[in-house]
């Protein structure tokens, strides 16, 4: 099976769930139902990785220590790029290497998503522009002011305009189960929800 890339960008103060949940979710889905599956990869569609703007250890929101799987530089190719929050993101708004980086992986991923605040360095980069939209709660003031052509929604968890924002923190689960319901359906969706135990909620639009 071709694994499908998944490159979820990580950053000093970066939140831990808007990474680690996601990870959780595309490193434990299965085409094949059951515990079973999940002993090996055989039936893995996903090749979830890390990578940071070097490889430096990185120190996430309450002092958890990672060390990435890749640079910007050398990241294998992207096809679903996970843009994390966390106070992390404010120090990278005006960073443009990083932004120019993210256009660029833009163009060729085939999906495009963030989590909490994440949807801030997506707005920097102008990918925004004239979608709807959501971030953290406490940061949709901030979204807006980013750019006055994104229209914020601020009732739903996950948001579908082309890319896929989502909420605070918890909602990149939620969100990272969409993408695998949109790739591979409601019974793949549904299995691996039910191997981690999480109740999904549907709250999208």
Partial sequence: MNKINVGILIFKD???????????????????????SRRNNDSAPFNPFTMA???DLIVATGGLKVIPDYSLDDSPKIDIL???GGYGTRPLLNNENLLN???????????????CTG????????????????THWGAIDALKAISKSINVITDKRIVDDGIITSAGVSSG?????????????????NDTAKYIEFHRSKNIV
């Fill in 173 to 189: 689960i939620d969100m990272s189960f969409e993408i695998v319901l949109k790739l591979f359906g409601e019974e793949v969706a």
């Fill in 82 to 84: 996970i843009i994390p």
């Fill in 101 to 115: 980086w993210i256009k660029k992986i833009y163009i060729d991923a085939k999906i495009t998503s963030s989590i």
């Fill in 119 to 134: 949807a801030l360095l997506l707005a920097k980069a102008g990918l925004l522009d004239g979608k709807r939209a959501t």
């Fill in 14 to 36: 970066v939140e831990v769930l808007d990474f680690t949940g996601p990870y959780e979710v595309f490193s434990r889905t299965r085409t094949v139902k059951g515990a079973n």
């Fill in 53 to 55: 703007m070097d490889k």
